[in-house]
C-alpha cells in the first residue's frame, strides 16, 4: 500500500493501558502502510517507549475532553476504523462524533456500541434462536429468588466491561453481597448469569460487509486465569461451534474483528457467554497456521483485496510474548522467549520483535 502520508488511511487504538492486542495489530498494520495512532491514558516510561516504538503518533489524554482534542489533532478525514474496549465506548463515540470522522467510521462505533451490553447480547442471541446462558437483571429480581433459579454457583457481571474485568464467580450464597458491593453495589449495572461448568471455546473470525470470513475455533491450553492472554491456545475442527460463530457474526453485520466465547452446557450443547467485536489477544498470533486477520480486517474497511477461501489448519498456536514466562533472566525464561521469537518472526514486525527483546532484557535484569 505505497501511499503518500496526505493519503494513508488512520486506525486509531484507544485504551486505558497497554494491550497486546492492539500493539501487534497496530505493528502489523504499520508495516502493510496504515498510519496507526495510539490515545492513551499509561503514561509511565515502558508504556511511553512502546507506544512511541509501534505507532506513528501517541496522545495521552485523561478526560472526556483530552480525548476529543487528541482525535481533533488528526487528520480525521483519513480515519478507517477506532478500536477500543468496550467500556471505553461510551466516550469514543461521543469524541468522534464530536470530531467529525466519516460517517462509515462512526456507524461502525454505533454498531460496537449497541452490542457492548452483555445482558442485553444475550437476551438479543436468545431471542435470535441462539443458545445463551440464562440471565436476570439483579434490579429485578430478589437475591432469594435468583439463588433458587439459578442455583450455586452462579456468575455476577457488569453489563459492560472486557478482558475478564467486572466478572465475580459465587459459590457460597453469602459471597453474593460481596460480589455485588466488589463490582460497584446496588446502583452498578449488574446482573446474574447462570454458571456452566464446562471448558470455554472460542470463536473468531472478520466480518467483512455483513460476511464472515476465515472463521477458527480454538480453545486455551496454558494461560493465566484472571488476568492477561493465553501463552498457548490449539485450533481445532468443531463445525458445531463454527455454525454458531457463522450465525452470530451474520447477525452482528457490518465489518470488523469478531471473537466470541462459548461453553458447553451439560448436554455439550455450545453457548455464547461473551461477544467481543475488537482486536484479541491471539489476533496475530493465528498467523502460524494461516489466518491472517489483520489481512482480512483490512478488507473489511476496503482496504485490501477480498479474499474468502476458507483455512482449514488446525494445530497449536504460541503466543508471544508468552506471560507465563518462568524463572525471568534464567535459562528456561531465555528459551521459552527466544522459541517464540522464532515462531514470530515472519509473522511480527521487526520493530515489534525488537521492542520485545528490550523488555525481556528489562524484566531479566530486575530493571522492568
Same mark, same amino acid.
Given at each position: 500500500?505505497?501511499? &503518500?502520508?496526505?493519503?494513508?488511511?488512520?486506525?486509531?487504538?484507544?485504551?486505558?493501558?497497554?494491550?497486546? &492486542?492492539?500493539?501487534?495489530?497496530? +505493528?502489523?498494520?504499520? +508495516?502493510?502502510?496504515?498510519?496507526?495512532?495510539?490515545? /492513551?491514558?499509561? %503514561?509511565?516510561?515502558?508504556?511511553?517507549?512502546?507506544?512511541?516504538?509501534?505507532?506513528?503518533?501517541? %496522545?495521552?489524554?485523561?478526560?472526556?475532553?483530552?480525548?476529543?482534542?487528541?482525535?481533533?489533532?488528526?487528520?480525521? &478525514?483519513?480515519?478507517?476504523?477506532?478500536?477500543?474496549?468496550?467500556?471505553?465506548?461510551?466516550?469514543?463515540?461521543?469524541?468522534?462524533?464530536?470530531?467529525?470522522? $466519516?460517517?462509515?467510521?462512526? /456507524?461502525?462505533?454505533?454498531?460496537?456500541?449497541?452490542?457492548?451490553?452483555?445482558?442485553?447480547?444475550?437476551? %438479543?442471541?436468545?431471542?435470535? @434462536?441462539?443458545?445463551?446462558?440464562?440471565?436476570?437483571?439483579?434490579?429485578?429480581?430478589?437475591?432469594?429468588?435468583?439463588? /433458587?433459579?439459578?442455583?450455586? $454457583?452462579?456468575?455476577?457481571?457488569?453489563?459492560?466491561?472486557?478482558?475478564?474485568?467486572?466478572?465475580?464467580?459465587?459459590?457460597?450464597?453469602?459471597?453474593?453481597?460481596?460480589?455485588?458491593?466488589?463490582?460497584?453495589?446496588?446502583?452498578?449495572?449488574?446482573?446474574?448469569?447462570?454458571?456452566?461448568?464446562?471448558?470455554?471455546?472460542?470463536?473468531?473470525?472478520? *466480518?467483512?460487509?455483513?460476511?464472515?470470513?476465515?472463521?477458527?475455533?480454538?480453545?486455551?491450553?496454558?494461560?493465566?486465569?484472571?488476568?492477561?492472554?493465553? +501463552?498457548? *491456545?490449539?485450533?481445532?475442527?468443531?463445525?458445531?461451534?463454527?455454525? *454458531? @460463530?457463522?450465525?452470530?457474526?451474520?447477525?452482528?453485520?457490518? %465489518?470488523?474483528?469478531?471473537?466470541?466465547?462459548?461453553?458447553?452446557?451439560?448436554?455439550?450443547?455450545?453457548?455464547?457467554?461473551?461477544?467481543?467485536?475488537?482486536?484479541?489477544?491471539?489476533?496475530?498470533?493465528?498467523?502460524?497456521?494461516?489466518?491472517?486477520?489483520?489481512?482480512?480486517?483490512?478488507?473489511?474497511?476496503?482496504?485490501?483485496?477480498?479474499?474468502?477461501?476458507?483455512?482449514?489448519? *488446525?494445530?497449536?498456536?504460541?503466543?508471544?510474548?508468552?506471560?507465563?514466562? /518462568?524463572?525471568?533472566?534464567? +535459562?528456561?525464561?531465555?528459551?521459552?522467549?527466544?522459541?517464540?521469537?522464532?515462531?514470530?518472526?515472519?509473522?511480527? $514486525?521487526?520493530?515489534?520483535?525488537?521492542?520485545?527483546?528490550?523488555?525481556?532484557?528489562?524484566?531479566?535484569?530486575?530493571?522492568?
Amino acid at each position: 500500500m505505497a501511499l &503518500s502520508r496526505a493519503h494513508r488511511p488512520i486506525v486509531v487504538f484507544v485504551d486505558l493501558g497497554t494491550m497486546l &492486542s492492539f500493539e501487534q495489530l497496530a +505493528s502489523v498494520l504499520r +508495516s502493510r502502510g496504515v498510519e496507526v495512532a495510539h490515545l /492513551t491514558v499509561a %503514561s509511565n516510561p515502558l508504556a511511553r517507549l512502546a507506544s512511541r516504538a509501534l505507532f506513528h503518533s501517541t %496522545s495521552f489524554f485523561a478526560t472526556q475532553e483530552e480525548l476529543l482534542a487528541a482525535l481533533r489533532r488528526l487528520d480525521v &478525514s483519513r480515519v478507517v476504523d477506532i478500536q477500543c474496549p468496550e467500556f471505553l465506548l461510551d466516550d469514543v463515540v461521543h469524541a468522534a462524533r464530536e470530531a467529525g470522522v $466519516p460517517r462509515a467510521v462512526l /456507524t461502525e462505533l454505533e454498531l460496537r456500541f449497541a452490542w457492548r451490553d452483555k445482558f442485553a447480547v444475550a437476551r %438479543s442471541l436468545q431471542q435470535a @434462536g441462539l443458545a445463551a446462558p440464562r440471565v436476570r437483571d439483579l434490579e429485578d429480581c430478589r437475591r432469594e429468588d435468583l439463588l /433458587t433459579d439459578f442455583g450455586l $454457583p452462579l456468575v455476577i457481571k457488569d453489563r459492560v466491561g472486557s478482558g475478564g474485568e467486572g466478572v465475580r464467580i459465587v459459590r457460597r450464597a453469602e459471597e453474593l453481597g460481596e460480589a455485588v458491593e466488589a463490582l460497584g453495589g446496588e446502583k452498578a449495572h449488574l446482573y446474574a448469569e447462570e454458571f456452566l461448568p464446562g471448558a470455554t471455546m472460542c470463536y473468531a473470525t472478520a *466480518i467483512v460487509h455483513g460476511r464472515p470470513v476465515q472463521g477458527v475455533v480454538y480453545h486455551t491450553l496454558q494461560g493465566r486465569e484472571a488476568e492477561g492472554p493465553s +501463552s498457548l *491456545i490449539e485450533v481445532v475442527r468443531d463445525n458445531q461451534v463454527l455454525a *454458531i @460463530g457463522q450465525r452470530v457474526a451474520e447477525l452482528v453485520g457490518g %465489518s470488523g474483528l469478531l471473537n466470541l466465547d462459548l461453553v458447553r452446557d451439560e448436554h455439550g450443547d455450545p453457548r455464547v457467554v461473551d461477544v467481543n467485536l475488537r482486536s484479541w489477544h491471539s489476533v496475530v498470533a493465528l498467523g502460524q497456521l494461516g489466518f491472517d486477520y489483520p489481512q482480512a480486517y483490512l478488507q473489511g474497511l476496503d482496504l485490501g483485496r477480498a479474499e474468502h477461501g476458507v483455512v482449514t489448519s *488446525i494445530g497449536l498456536v504460541h503466543v508471544f510474548p508468552d506471560h507465563e514466562e /518462568t524463572g525471568e533472566g534464567c +535459562s528456561e525464561g531465555l528459551r521459552r522467549f527466544l522459541d517464540g521469537l522464532w515462531r514470530h518472526r515472519r509473522i511480527l $514486525p521487526v520493530r515489534y520483535l525488537a521492542l520485545q527483546v528490550l523488555l525481556f532484557a528489562r524484566r531479566s535484569t530486575g530493571r522492568g
